[in-house]
């Protein structure tokens, strides 16, 4: 499964056109539209909360506690000195990391 997130990734990074309807002039909350709808897809498949696993990931990877905000609001914190451009690099680069690395059996 991790595999194919990770494929989805590299298209959305190579040809967003492919998955936005604004294409390469997607804003970071095209992204965070997108990658809510696959966690929430994934959970009811799996039953795994994929935005609490990677908040709590994120948490303890930037050093940065903030239980009760959810993973994309973490983010855009953490990143907020970032232009648009460079958070939506940054989201990618943070998603394919994570599940890349982190084993969520």
């Known amino acids: 499964m991790e595999t ?7 298209i959305i990074k190579r040809r967003p056109g492919m ?3 604004n294409g390469t002039n997607a804003v970071l909350k095209d992204y965070i539209h ?4 696959v966690f929430y897809s994934l959970e009811f ?3 795994i909360n994929f935005e609490r696993e990677i908040s709590k990931w994120y948490q303890e990877k ?3 506690k903030a239980p ?3 993973w994309f609001a973490q983010f855009d914190h953490v990143n907020e000195k970032l ?14 990391d994570f599940f890349l690395n982190h084993n969520l059996k």
């Open 4 to 10: 194919k997130i990770i494929e989805l990734i590299h």
């Open 34 to 37: 997108f990658f809510e709808g």
């Open 45 to 47: 498949a799996l039953n």
């Open 68 to 70: 009760n905000m959810n």
């Open 83 to 96: 232009s648009t451009e460079e958070k939506v690099a940054k989201l990618l680069e943070t998603l394919e």
């Open 62 to 64: 930037v050093k940065f």
């Open 19 to 21: 998955v936005f309807f």
